[in-house]
Structure formats: structure tokens, C-alpha cells
Nanobody, 123 residues
């Protein structure tokens, strides 16, 4: 079965950068859309960024120009480069698979999620 493991989280000052990684096992990575999703403490899950199986990217408005998503199919890994981090970015970040190959902005359309990695930006 497909397994996703996020890494790269931590605590950084406002304006700093982090690069999250999501390593996948399984045989269908290259055909999956991959999304980054997050949960701010005590709030709903929300869409952050995605990349389709064809490499088309999408971003939530609040992270446009600051975050970049890309994928390396040979390594079965998707990345989220986060620059100019803000306190409002503090959340647990998850990667998820869309088995139709899409990069939906709807969190419920990601079929399998990893366990998440904490990102903290103190204010």
C-alpha cells in the first residue's frame, strides 16, 4: 500500500525558509496528483499547494509568490519550498495523493494523507 512520510518541518523566524519533503512508497507515484495541506491549531484543514501528474501547479492565495511545489518522480518525492514564512503559516503540514492525477483545491479530494510535519513561525 502507498505510504507517505513528510519531513523538513521545524521552527524558524518570520521571514525565514523551510523545505518540506514528502517521500512516497508504492508504484503509482508518477500518475498521482500531489497536494500540500495544512491544519492550523484548532482550525479546519486547508489547501496550500498542489502539482498534478502532468506538472501543473496551483497555490492558495495566501502563499502565492512565497511557496513553490515541485516533484521528482524518480525519487518518488514531492517538495514544498516555503520562503518568507509568516506566523500565520504555523500549522501541521501534510502531503496527500489524488489518485485521479489532479491537483484539486478541495482537501477532501486527496485520497491518502501522510502523518504530517509541524512548521512553527513564532510571532
Amino acid at each position: 500500500q502507498v505510504h507517505l512520510v513528510e519531513s523538513g518541518g521545524g521552527s524558524v523566524q518570520a521571514g525565514g525558509s523551510l523545505r518540506l519533503s514528502c517521500a512516497a512508497s508504492g508504484r503509482t507515484f508518477s500518475s498521482n496528483g500531489m497536494g500540500w495541506l495544512r491544519q492550523v491549531e484548532d482550525k479546519e484543514f486547508e489547501f496550500v499547494a498542489s502539482i498534478t501528474s502532468g506538472g501543473v501547479t496551483n497555490y492558495f492565495d495566501s502563499v502565492k509568490g512565497r511557496f513553490t511545489v515541485n516533484r521528482d518522480n524518480a525519487k518518488k518525492t514531492v517538495y514544498l519550498q516555503m520562503n518568507n514564512l509568516k506566523p500565520e503559516d504555523t500549522a501541521v503540514y501534510y502531503c496527500g495523493e489524488n489518485w485521479a492525477g489532479l491537483g484539486s483545491m478541495r482537501v477532501e479530494e486527496y485520497d491518502y494523507w501522510g502523518q504530517g510535519t509541524q512548521v512553527t513561525v513564532p510571532s
